[in-house]
């Protein structure tokens, strides 16, 4: 065991997968000498050198190209995207091509391409340098989707995302890159595309991923000063999504509330409160809460407290859901 922060954790969990595989190889805009914005490739160009850690130019269409390419050649690129609202230059790369090449070739072409995704507020950032955008993602049929919210679950989710011959996104909440947590190197524990319950409760399902799940297990803590029981559940992966756990713990509590930092129009939680809606009616006692971002663009910085949902906004639904 050891206690690294999220970054730390994704950083040695790239720095294991470079050492284990000789094909797999880091791209993206300033991750080699600089270690990224946020560090979290620092010290990967010097152990590795600069055909395996490459500095690209500021052109994520052509990130995306050339990792298709070389995933073609038997290479496993992991690519970063600075900034979630950087990633739209190469949206068609990833949903039109990336995400289609398995099928278009009837299962004999694979593409195990990984894009990191740093996504999310809380920075004091602006616009496209503070966005969740992983629902336009989890839309796009055949990508796969993940997104840790603590230090173990980044250290092996980026080891089985490289390992996976699909393409898959990686969603790192970026405000949690220094919350730091214990890593069992040696133990992955849940695959990645199984949801977690964190905490076990009979009063009430809150569902949440990446940024939100600190939020919601402070949620869940307050609630029960109050006397109230809250089951809480880390989603963790996007596509697929993990129905079966969330639809458990729906039959025993009777109540749910999605918590996500995205806007909940056109959101995941939407989707989630309908398949639970159908597969879980009458264990219902009350609707579906979401709670999420406002549909508008991400504001500026001295307001995006009252953007971000937070612990008040959980207990606001979570009453709610209980006075039916």
């Known amino acids: 065991m050891a206690t690294m922060t999220i970054a730390k954790a994704i950083n040695e ?6 050492e284990r595989d000789p094909k797999s190889l880091l791209m993206g805009e300033d991750i080699g000498k600089l270690g990224g914005v946020y560090r979290v490739t620092d010290g990967l160009l010097a152990d590795f050198g600069a ?10 269409s052509g990130i995306i190209g050339t990792a298709i390419g070389l995933a073609f050649r ?6 970063e995207i600075q900034f979630d609202g950087f990633v739209f230059p190469g949206f068609n790369q990833i949903t039109t091509q990336l995400a289609k090449i398995h099928a278009r070739s009837s299962g004999q072409v694979s593409a195990p391409v990984v894009i990191r995704i740093p996504y999310g507020g809380g920075i004091g950032s602006i616009e496209h340098h503070s ?5 336009l993602f989890a839309h796009t049929a055949g990508l796969r989707i993940i997104t840790p919210s603590n230090p ?62 600190p939020v919601a297990l402070a949620a869940a803590e307050a609630a029960a000063e109050e ?10 992966s996007l596509s697929p999504i993990d129905f079966d ?4 713990s729906v039959h025993k509590t009777g109540r749910l509330i999605v918590a996500h930092e995205a806007p909940t129009f056109g959101g995941i939680g939407g989707e989630i409160a309908a398949r639970v809606s159908e597969r879980a009616f009458l264990s219902l006692e009350a609707p579906v809460i979401r709670v999420g971002g406002f549909h508008m663009p991400y504001p500026v910085a ?12 959980v207990l606001e639904a979570l009453d709610r859901s209980l006075a039916y």
């Open 131 to 135: 966005e969740s955008p992983e629902a």
């Open 245 to 248: 756990t969330v639809t458990e």
């Open 74 to 79: 038997g290479y496993r690129p992991i690519c």
């Open 51 to 60: 055909d395996r850690v490459v500095d690209t130019p500021l052109a994520e």
């Open 13 to 18: 969990g790239l720095r294991a997968t470079l």
């Open 227 to 236: 006397g109230r029981s809250v089951e809480v559940i880390d989603l963790r």
């Open 302 to 313: 001295k307001v995006e407290e009252h953007y971000l949902p937070d612990i008040d906004r």
């Open 152 to 213: 173990h679950d980044a250290y092996w989710m980026i080891q089985h995302a490289v390992a996976s011959n699909d393409p898959v996104i990686v969603f790192e909440p970026k405000r949690r890159y220094w919350l730091k947590g214990e890593v069992d190197t040696g133990n992955p524990g849940l695959g990645p595309f199984t949801a977690q319950v964190l905490r076990v409760g009979t009063d009430a399902t809150v569902v949440a991923y990446g940024p939100l799940v």
